[in-house]
């Protein structure tokens, strides 16, 4: 019975996240109040409560359902590639966070969300927290590995490891950006591999980059073990 009860209790948290979603994806977070929330997922104003101090605590839930770690992605690809390449482990970390963005429809949504539906209010971003926290780990998983790449004689002359970090990060966070906003304009399930490579190539001294990709096994696993 207790078993039941706690599956019970996850069905229905997974419910109002759902719930939350669709109606922040439709009128803004400001806009979705949580009786609305209840409404969708069939649930009372009392069951949301149970799960989530408030809609900031729902938002933050959400994001998380979706978001990996970018130090979990590394650890994760790194057993599927041969010596743990720094250069090729960054060239396949970018094309999976951006492939996401095609392949994962909740990933995108939630993404929209937090960058697009969220207004700012006297209390500031309702996502600031968690999205500071994401941009953090992300930029420190990034100079970690351009840092090795350094290290190895990898970098064009005149930049270091932060001047690589910056440029990845705007990169990626541009694309996303244009990806989300303008979706008629920016095809989110294009090959990212020719951006991203030509990027790289500006970036690192590529020569030695082997122009493989994954083999099919690697890139079920990789997708099985980050999506879930």
């Not at 948290?13 to 409404?39: F, H």
């Amino acid at each position: 019975m207790a078993r039941r009860t706690k599956d019970e209790s996850a069905q229905t948290r997974e419910r109002i996240l759902d719930a939350a979603e669709i109606e922040m994806q439709a009128r803004g977070v400001s806009q979705t109040s949580l009786d609305r929330i209840a409404k969708r997922a069939q649930v009372t104003r009392g069951a949301i409560y149970w799960h989530f101090a408030d809609k900031r605590a729902l938002l933050e839930a959400m994001v998380s359902r979706t978001h990996l770690p970018l130090r979990d992605l590394r650890q994760c690809l790194s057993q599927h590639i041969p010596g743990s390449e720094p250069l090729r482990l960054l060239r396949e970390m970018m094309r999976h966070g951006l492939e996401r963005l095609g392949n994962d429809a909740q990933h995108r949504t939630v993404c929209h969300i937090v960058m697009h539906r969220c207004e700012v209010t006297e209390h500031g971003h309702p996502a600031d927290a968690v999205m500071r926290a994401m941009f953090e780990d992300a930029r420190a998983v990034l100079l970690s590995l351009c840092n090795e790449i350094a290290e190895l004689g990898q970098l064009r002359d005149g930049l270091d490891a932060r001047d690589a970090t910056h440029m990845i990060m705007a990169f990626m966070c541009g694309n996303y950006e244009c990806v989300l906003r303008h979706p008629e304009t920016y095809d989110a399930t294009r090959d990212w591999t020719p951006m991203i490579d030509a990027l790289l190539r500006g970036v690192f001294d590529t020569r030695e980059l082997p122009d493989v990709d994954l083999t099919p096994a690697a890139q079920e696993a990789v997708c099985r073990e980050t999506c879930g």
